[in-house]
């Protein structure tokens, strides 16, 4: 019998941190959507195992970040970037159907949000998660 209530225990634990950790992703998410910005980002790396992972760099107000996501890129690709204008690093790559064009500056021109998609299960929450408690620190 205490086994059993030790396993349901464990199970409620493992539940609750999962669920938390999703409240946290959505939670993220939800705030870029709201808050949205755009720029462009270049892959920096990709790995060609299965997953497809690219790791890509983007600058903000002079601050540059990373972020990856598993999508299938070729490395130095030019992207476009969406990210939270209130925590710069929570950004994604998005889908744009025509080359991003960049004035001399280095800012996008005529960008048609309308056109921009991107979903919710290509998100990953930043790239400065080294723990789990890095998940609740926004900035």
């Given at each position: 019998m205490?086994?059993?209530?030790g396993a349901i225990?464990?199970?409620i634990i493992v539940v609750l941190f999962f669920a938390s950790i999703f409240y946290r992703n959505i939670t993220t998410y939800n705030s870029m959507k709201k808050n949205a910005g755009?720029?462009?980002g270049t892959i920096i790396k990709v790995w060609n195992?299965?997953?497809?992972?690219s790791r890509y760099q983007y600058t903000v107000e002079g601050k540059v970040y990373q972020g990856?996501?598993?999508e299938k890129h070729s490395l130095q690709d030019t992207v476009l970037i969406i990210y939270?204008?209130?925590a710069p690093r929570f950004s994604m790559i998005a889908e744009y159907p025509s080359p991003i064009v960049l004035d001399v500056r280095?800012?996008?021109i005529a960008?048609?949000?309308?056109l921009i998609k991107f979903k919710w299960s290509d998100y990953l929450p930043g790239d400065e998660i080294h723990s789990i408690k890095d998940l609740w620190s926004l900035e």
């Open positions: 205490k086994s059993k209530k225990i464990l199970l755009y720029t462009y195992d299965d997953s497809w992972y990856r996501q598993g939270d204008t209130t280095g800012k996008i960008l048609d949000t309308a």
